[in-house]
C-alpha cells in the first residue's frame, strides 16, 4: 500500500465522517414522548382534564356492570 493510497483513503474517511456528524446535528432530538413526561405537573387544567376523565371511565364501568377498583373487597 503506497503512503498516497493511504493519505487518500484517510482523507475520504475524514470527508464521510465530517458528513456523519453534520447530518446528526441536523436531525436534533428524536421526539420521544417521554420528553413530555411531567411538563403539566401541578397545571389545573390538567388536574381538571384528568378528574374529567376519571369521571368518564367510572360511568362506563357502571354502565358495562364492572364494581369500582377502589371498593373491591380484597380476595374477591
Do not use: C, Y
Amino acid at each position: 500500500m503506497s503512503r498516497a493510497t493511504l493519505e487518500e483513503r484517510v482523507a475520504a474517511l475524514e470527508r464521510q465522517v465530517g458528513d456523519l456528524l453534520a447530518n446528526h446535528a441536523a436531525v436534533g432530538r428524536v421526539k420521544d414522548w417521554r420528553r413530555t413526561r411531567g411538563a403539566f405537573t401541578g397545571d389545573d387544567l390538567m388536574k381538571q382534564v384528568f378528574a374529567e376523565g376519571r369521571k368518564v371511565r367510572e360511568a362506563e364501568r357502571k354502565r358495562a356492570g364492572r364494581p369500582n377498583q377502589k371498593t373491591r373487597q380484597a380476595g374477591s
